[in-house]
C-alpha cells in the first residue's frame, strides 16, 4: 500500500484519487476550496460522472479516502506528492500554470522528509523542471525530493473505467526509487497486463499533447471530409466507416459533426501549438485541425439559414448543451457559439440537457430551460440535435413533428437515418450525408 496526496479535488484529481484508494492505497484529497471538501465529506460530489458517487463513498466508507483543506496535514500522512490543480488555456494559447506553481511552493515551505513529487495535470515540457526548482527554492532547508510525470488519459463520462483498465500508464522519472514507487502505485495493473511506458520526464509530458493533438486531428479530419462530401453528394458516414476498416487508421473519432470541445483537446491543441512555436516549430497541421474545429458552429449555423433563412423572431430548440454525452461539462462546447450566433439573429431559443442546464445557466440565464427534449421542441421552428444524448437518440418522431411549429431538424451528430426522418414528413439535413 502507498501513501498518496492528491492536491485537487476537479475532475482529474477525484477521479484519480478515488480510483487510487479503490487499489487499496490510503488516498488524501486536499483543496484549498472549503465547500467543495464540506461537501465531499457529507458525500456531495462537485462534478457530474457516472458512477464517481459510489466509487468515493464505497473508499471513504473503507478507510481508505479522505477529504481535507490542510495540505500540511496530508502532507504528514503521506509519502507520494500528485499535482492534480488545473492548467486553464491563457489569452495567448498556453498552458497557465500559475496553480502549479503555486502548489509546488507551498509543498516546498512544508517538506520535511522525502517524497516523489508526481505532476499529473497536463502540462507544457519542462514544467516538472520548473516546479522542481520553484520546491527547492521555497524550502527552509534542502531536503531530498524526486520529480515524476505521470499524465492521465481520462476521457469524460468514462473516466473510471478508463483509469482501472487503461490502454497504457506513462510514467517518467529521474531516478530508479522514484520509478519503483511509481510502478508500486499502478501494481494493482499488472494483473490485466497494462503496458508500462517508462521514460525521461520530458517525453512523458509530451506523450499527453502528442495523443491529444493526434486525435483533434483526426476529428477535424473527417469534418473536412464532411464538409466535401456536401459538396460533391458522396455520404460521409459509408467514407468514415471504409476508412476505419483500415487498419492503420482506425474507426475511433471518425465521426463528422460538431468537432471537439470540453477541457482537454481545445486546451492542448493550443498549448502544443504554442510549445512548438516557443521551440521554434510550426506544427501546422495542429494549428489548421483548431481553425477547422472553430469554424463548425458557423458550418451549422449555414445550414441552419438554408433552412430558415430568416431567423428572426423565429423559435430555435437546442437538444444538448454539454460538449458531450455523459458529461455536465459545457467548456468549450459547440453549444456556446451556436447561442452566440442565434442570439445575433434574433431567435428565441429553447434548450434541454440531461445534466448540464445548471452550468450553462451560469453563462446564459435568458435561455428558456425545458423540462425534457419534447418539451424544447414544442412550438420550435428549427430543431437542432446538438449533443448526442442517449435519450436524444430515440426520440418519438412522430411526437416530435406533432409538436412543432416547423417541421426542421437538424441533426448535427447525424445520429438519424435519412429515410427515417423523411418518413415523418421532417425537413431533415445532417453533416456530410444526402438528404435522401
Known amino acids: 500500500m502507498s501513501r498518496i496526496c492528491m492536491i485537487g479535488t476537479g475532475y482529474v484529481g477525484l477521479v484519480s484519487g478515488a480510483c487510487l484508494a479503490d487499489f487499496g492505497h490510503e488516498v488524501w484529497c486536499v483543496d484549498i476550496n472549503e465547500k467543495r471538501i464540506e461537501d465531499l465529506h457529507e458525500g456531495i460530489i462537485p462534478i457530474y460522472e457516472p458512477g464517481l458517487d459510489l466509487l468515493v463513498r464505497k473508499n471513504v466508507d473503507g478507510g481508505r479516502l479522505f477529504f481535507t483543506t490542510s495540505l500540511e496535514e496530508a502532507m504528514d500522512t503521506t509519502d507520494v506528492i500528485f499535482i492534480a490543480v488545473q492548467t486553464p488555456m491563457s489569452d495567448t494559447g498556453e498552458a497557465d500554470l500559475t496553480f502549479v506553481i503555486k502548489v509546488a511552493e507551498e509543498v516546498g515551505r512544508l517538506m520535511k522528509k522525502y517524497y516523489v513529487i508526481v505532476t499529473k495535470s497536463t502540462v507544457p515540457v519542462g514544467t516538472s523542471r520548473m516546479v522542481k526548482k520553484a520546491i527547492s527554492d521555497a524550502q527552509p532547508a534542502a531536503i531530498e525530493f524526486d520529480m515524476a510525470s505521470n499524465p492521465e488519459f481520462l476521457r469524460e463520462g468514462s473516466s473510471i473505467e478508463d483509469f482501472m483498465r487503461p490502454d497504457r500508464v506513462v510514467i517518467g522519472t529521474e531516478t530508479e526509487r522514484a520509478e519503483k514507487m511509481m510502478r508500486e502505485i499502478y501494481r494493482p495493473l499488472f494483473l490485466l497486463e497494462t503496458p508500462m511506458v517508462h521514460g525521461s520526464i520530458e517525453s512523458a509530458e509530451l506523450i499527453k499533447y502528442a495523443c491529444n493533438a493526434f486525435l483533434a486531428v483526426k476529428i477535424s479530419y473527417i469534418n473536412e471530409i464532411s464538409q466535401l462530401a456536401d459538396r460533391v453528394g458522396a455520404d460521409v458516414s459509408l467514407v468514415a466507416r471504409a476508412m476505419g476498416l483500415d487498419k492503420r487508421i482506425g474507426p475511433k473519432f471518425l465521426h463528422a459533426g460538431l468537432g471537439f470541445g470540453g477541457s482537454c483537446l481545445p486546451k492542448d491543441t493550443n498549448a502544443i501549438a504554442h510549445i512548438a512555436k516557443e521551440a521554434g516549430s510550426d506544427m501546422s497541421i495542429v494549428r489548421a485541425a483548431i481553425a477547422v474545429n472553430a469554424s463548425l458552429p458557423g458550418v451549422a449555423m449555414d445550414k441552419a439559414r438554408e433552412m430558415l433563412p430568416d431567423l428572426n423572431g423565429r423559435t430555435v430548440a437546442l437538444l444538448g448543451l454539454s460538449f458531450k454525452p455523459n458529461t455536465d461539462d459545457s467548456r468549450d462546447a459547440p453549444a456556446r457559439p451556436l447561442v452566440d450566433m442565434f442570439h445575433e439573429a434574433g431567435a428565441t431559443l429553447r434548450v ?26 414544442e412550438g420550435a421552428d428549427l430543431t437542432l440535435l446538438v449533443t448526442e444524448w442517449n435519450e436524444y437518440r430515440q426520440l418519438d418522431l412522430s411526437r416530435v413533428a406533432d409538436l412543432v411549429a416547423g417541421k426542421r431538424f437538424l441533426d448535427c451528430r447525424n445520429v438519424y437515418n435519412v429515410e427515417m426522418m423523411a418518413e415523418q414528413g421532417l425537413d431533415y439535413r445532417s453533416f456530410g450525408r444526402p438528404r435522401g
Open 352 to 377: 434541454h440537457d440531461p445534466v448540464a442546464m445548471d452550468n450553462f445557466r451560469e453563462i446564459h440565464p435568458e435561455l428558456m430551460y425545458c423540462d425534457g427534449p419534447y418539451h424544447a421542441v
